[in-house]
């Protein structure tokens, strides 16, 4: 059984090689999960940083949807990933945002939060989306814009990734304070911070090697 597991690619002998296989269900399980806490934000009206937080302005603010605008928003920095990283990286990051925006659209006809407490939506979607950073990473894969950014710089220069997108996030929800609330972005402000504390303390390029 093993080696008919190995054969059509479920898993590499090698700690360190990821199988297609394994690419593809780390892809998609980060998409699902990202979707979940986009969701979750975007039942309370909370914002996120980077390019997700940017797509979340634009939707609120145009009333068009989610998935479409974070998809266009990050189509500007495959640029970047393409010259720095690659086009494995690439491909898959842009699998992994095509993925995200299309279960985003489909999602609300599937599941419906009612009522949630914004803080509680602070904390449980930015968890939800540092989870699937986390997979995604792990995969060589992102969610695009700051994502590529910072896979990149920790790369090049070892500065954790999860305190580079914090820096962009913070400076993305500082900008909202003219089109929302003051207790709006303070909840989304703490979601922010527990998803890149999370991400700074469990995703370590020297802890995981594998690609």
């Not at 008919?4 to 999960?33: C, V, Y």
């Not at 972005?185 to 922010?192: E, K, P, Y």
Request: some cysteine; overall charge positive; glycine content about 10%.
């Amino acid at each position: 059984m093993a080696d008919k597991a190995r054969l059509f690619g479920f898993w590499n002998p090698s700690p360190t090689k990821h199988t297609p296989f394994e690419d593809a269900q780390g892809i998609f399980s980060g998409a699902m999960i990202a979707a979940l806490g986009i969701g979750i934000l975007s039942s309370a009206g909370l914002l996120t940083g980077g390019t997700a937080g940017v797509a979340f302005l634009l939707h609120y603010a145009t009333g068009l949807s989610f998935g479409l605008m974070f998809f266009l928003v990050n189509l500007p920095f495959y640029w970047l990933s393409l010259r720095r990283l690659g086009w494995g990286f690439s491909t898959k990051t842009f699998i992994a945002i095509a993925l995200t925006s299309l279960i985003t659209e489909v999602q609300p006809k599937l599941i419906s939060v009612t009522s949630i407490n914004p803080l509680w939506s602070a904390l449980l979607g930015g968890l939800l989306l540092g989870f699937s950073l986390l997979a995604l990473y792990r995969h060589r894969a992102s969610l695009g814009g700051i994502g590529i950014l910072a896979v990149y710089l920790q790369d090049r220069f070892g500065w954790p990734a999860g305190i580079v997108q914090l820096a962009f996030d913070l400076t993305v929800l500082a900008l909202s304070f003219a089109v929302l609330e003051p207790l709006v972005i303070g909840c989304s402000v703490v979601g922010a911070v527990t998803l890149n504390l999370f991400l700074a303390i469990n995703h370590r390029k020297d802890r995981y090697i594998a690609l």
